[in-house]
């Protein structure tokens, strides 16, 4: 399979790709054409789909015994894993600074153990930039995944993004935080990944299959015009509201809300845009961030914007406070209500389903007819997941 190049998407939204298999697929490869590079683990690296590689390369075992039920294991394996994040990161920065490449992967919830050691990380990218003879160091990557959003069967103790929050707040504008919004946008995200340097790039992404919604051409626009595009597939001109999507669940449930909206409100004018990478105080990567004045072409000069954010919704709300105001924003997001349960009794936990989002428009409209229809819908959906494990949607 290897690098997908999608020349266009002709039914947006109407089949599922998993962005962790394509990960996976690009990981096959680079173990293939780089006899240097690692890739690091805990326990899951079949858990978090990425188990392609294990038909190119071997995990390192030493001089351990192997068993029947192993995986393919040596002594000099090049996938690393251990039940130790600050081991693995410690180890893959040794290996990064010798000028060779490397990536972890993790659950999104214990990443954040790493936090201290991604901090220091980035003091020492700061510092050794302005050493002359000093040649830059491939990115630090790390792909975060088994998100907050569907943890199944593990519950409220594997629901954190707050790595995502940490690394947004450090002024030293040396970390990226993306959000690829499908399998196509995630080859894109891998590209950027691996060409870079003296940056933390942190991607999360859903590892179940996810609806494709764009082509090649439009994922790699986003990481040049700033980090954010228009979806003209669901969008209407000239629109009455702006609704904002970052991270692939949150944005299909913004997808399906405009939907929802259709129906019951078929003369509402609607605006979708993606954000698919933020970095300190601005959307877009560390080098690239989005300017106050295409902020305007994107997201209109005055009107409501409603937005869905992978993470805290403070940490999104703070930065779009940088670009307009806080009068024009209702952020949604995870609010740290969890449990093990079903993926879209998740999102009205939190807030941040296609109906709580319609909840906010038809508030906004007066439309109180529409807020106890939507309301009833996630009443009726709480009851479905809570006595047999089920959604309605």
């Not at 990380?121 to 830059?136: A, L, T």
């Not at 069967?153 to 993004?161: D, E, I, L, M, R």
């Not at 906004?364 to 009833?376: A, F, G, N, P």
């Not at 009726?380 to 089920?390: E, I, S």
Request: proline share 5%; charged share 25%.
């Amino acid at each position: 399979m290897g690098v997908i190049m999608i020349d266009r998407v002709d039914k947006p939204g109407s089949e599922l790709f998993s962005p962790a298999k394509q990960i996976g697929e690009l990981l096959f490869e680079e173990f293939k054409k780089d006899p240097h590079f690692y890739f690091f683990s805990p326990d899951e690296t079949t858990s978090n789909k990425f188990d392609k590689i294990f038909e190119i390369e071997k995990r390192a075992w030493g001089d351990l015994p192997i068993k029947e039920w192993d995986l393919p294991e040596s002594a000099n394996g090049r996938i690393i894993e251990m039940l130790s994040e600050n081991v693995l990161f410690s180890v893959m920065t040794g290996h990064l600074s010798n000028g060779e490449k490397a990536i972890m992967g993790s659950y999104e919830a214990f990443l954040p153990i790493i936090t201290s050691q991604l901090l220091q990380q980035m003091k020492f990218i700061k510092q050794s930039k302005s050493v002359k003879w000093r040649k830059p160091m491939p990115a630090v990557n790390i792909l975060s995944t088994s998100t907050c959003w569907r943890q199944d069967h593990n519950g409220f103790t594997h629901q954190s993004p707050a790595l995502i929050s940490q690394l947004l707040a450090v002024p030293s504008n040396l970390a990226n935080c993306i959000f690829p919004v499908d399998d196509v946008a995630a080859a894109e995200s891998y590209r950027f990944m691996m060409e870079s340097t003296d940056v933390v790039n942190l991607t999360t992404f859903d590892k179940n299959e996810r609806p494709r919604y764009i082509d090649s051409h439009h994922a790699n626009y986003e990481f040049v015009n700033g980090g954010a595009s228009i979806y003209q597939f669901i969008s209407d001109d000239e629109p009455d509201l702006v609704f904002v999507g970052c991270g692939d669940i949150v944005a299909h449930e913004m997808i399906e809300a405009i939907r929802i909206l259709k129906a019951d409100l078929p003369e509402l004018k609607i605006r979708f845009v993606y954000i698919n990478a933020l970095s300190y105080r601005g959307i877009g990567t560390t080098e690239n961030k989005l300017s106050k004045e295409k902020f305007v072409e994107l997201f209109t000069p005055d009107k409501p914007i409603i937005a869905n954010f992978h993470g805290y919704p403070e940490t999104l709300e703070n930065i779009l406070e940088n670009y307009t105001a806080r009068g024009r924003l209702r952020v949604h997001g995870f609010n740290e209500e969890g449990s093990t349960t079903t993926p879209f009794e998740m999102l009205r936990k939190n807030k941040a389903s296609r109906y709580d989002i319609a909840v906010d428009v038809a508030e906004l409209k007066k439309r109180d007819d529409l807020v106890s229809k939507y309301e009833m819908i996630l009443t009726q959906n709480h009851f479905k997941a809570t006595q047999y494990d089920k959604d309605l949607v």
